[in-house]
């Protein structure tokens, strides 16, 4: 059965005795389903639902999970959807197939006939750059991470990478140069000497690289990272969204603005989490000896 989201942007297909619920994401530019993707050639992300946590997936198998414009809308569309949606407190970034992406269909975005694919107002940016996801994200990587792919998992908070990950930031090979947040992503996870390396060689590196540079959190088996990214998500949904919430808000103040601002943010915090039901039951539960259940309160 077919439902309107509380959000309204997106009708949901509740399934009798199915614990997933899937999301046929709303054009926010058009304003239409966008059902009829599903079946389009170049490509889809589409989403699911987990209790809490909000499954995005690149579904582009075909070509390596290459994004098309429209692929790039409706990722934003799905990180849009899991910003203005209460009852998602986590999302999971991932990919069907061998590889995670190879990045942007070229032609499309920068040949004869390209496509127009800027920012629509009030959606969440896919980079992270203009309009940021205040929920926390974890990104499962697989195969190839190419370009952009390093760029959306850099974007996120968590990254799990399966030990077969090839990465590269080769858009200088291209001719071109990182437009979206490489130039100073690599360097606040790895440092500069790690990051301009990599930056400038434009080499492909390993899981294995990418975990000792900080890039990724974790190296699993290939075949494994997503439902440990699952797992992961579903462990930081178990605690006050939103706790997590202004924890992050509060840590990108620092990177934003540097220690001052972060250290004036702190009375904020204290006045959304102090007057929270959340809290009222974090200390209930702990006064009762038992596990608290948070309702983003």
Known sequence: MLERASNGCALVER???CCEDRHDLFSFRQGKSDMSTAKSSVGQVRTEVHGHVLKIIIDNPAKKNSFSPQMMFQMSDALTLLDKTDEYWVGVVCAEGADFTAGLDMPKFFGPKAENWDLRDGTIDVFALANRCRKPIVTAVQGIVYTIGIEMML??????????CRFCQMESKRGIAPFGGAHFRFLTRAGWGDAMYHLFLCDEF?????????LVQEVVPAGQQIERAMQVAETIAKNAPIGIQVTKEAALKFIENGERAAVDYIPKIKDRVFNSEDFKEGIQSF???????FRGQ
């Open 206 to 214: 390993t899981s294995e690289r990418a975990y000792k540079i900080g």
């Open 15 to 17: 399934r009798p005795g």
């Open 287 to 293: 006064v009762e000896r038992r596990a608290a259940v």
């Open 155 to 164: 974007a996120g908070d968590i990254v799990i990478a399966a030990d077969d």
